[in-house]
Each structure stands twice: as structure tokens, then as C-alpha cells.
């Protein structure tokens, strides 16, 4: 599999791992739906918009790119954000703390 398939492919991933619309995940991703689509459709797409999804759900962009997403340490923790009503109401600083709690409890929940 190549890197553009493998975009397409941990894309439609996260969005179903989310349990988000394409519409909801491309609002996540501050991308217009169509241009989501496309994405999923055929991996293509800029560097720039790259660069953004990848900020947005905070995945480095080797993880987009490579063939498994789930070895992302930070990607377990993504699953279980939406449920937390409070996470999205917070300053991104805390976001990423948040995140980072989160990924650590997650990792002790594991062993």
C-alpha cells in the first residue's frame, strides 16, 4: 500500500473510530466536506491541508501516512475524547494535556 492509500485508509479509521458524520470529522479537521471526500476517496491532497489534519487530530504526519495508525501512542486516547463534553470546551493547552492524561491512564488500563 502506498502513502495515499494509506491516508485514505487512516482517515476513514479515525472518522469511524470516532463515530463521526463525514461532515461532523470534516469540521473536526477544518476541511470543507468535499474536500474530505476526496481525501478519502483518493489520498490525495495537499501539504498544507495535510499538515492541518494532522495538527487537528493530533497524529504526527508519519502516522497518517504509514500503514499502521495504531501504533500512534496518542491514537487509543482519540476514541474516547468526544465523550468528554468538557475536553472540547477546553483552551487548547489543556486539550493537549488532557490528551496526554488520558493516553497515560489508558496505557496503565492496558497493562
Known sequence: MNA????????????????????EFSQELGIPKSTLHSILKTGNTTVNTLVQIAQ???????????????????????????LFDCYSKLPAERQSLFRIYLSLLLEVLQK
Open 4 to 23: 495515499q492509500q494509506n491516508l485514505a485508509k487512516n482517515l476513514s479509521q479515525q472518522r469511524v473510530s470516532l463515530r463521526m458524520s463525514l461532515e
Open 56 to 82: 487537528h487530530l493530533h497524529i504526527s504526519i508519519d502516522a497518517l501516512l504509514g500503514t499502521n495508525l495504531s501504533e500512534d501512542p496518542s491514537t487509543p486516547c482519540m476514541v474516547f475524547l468526544p
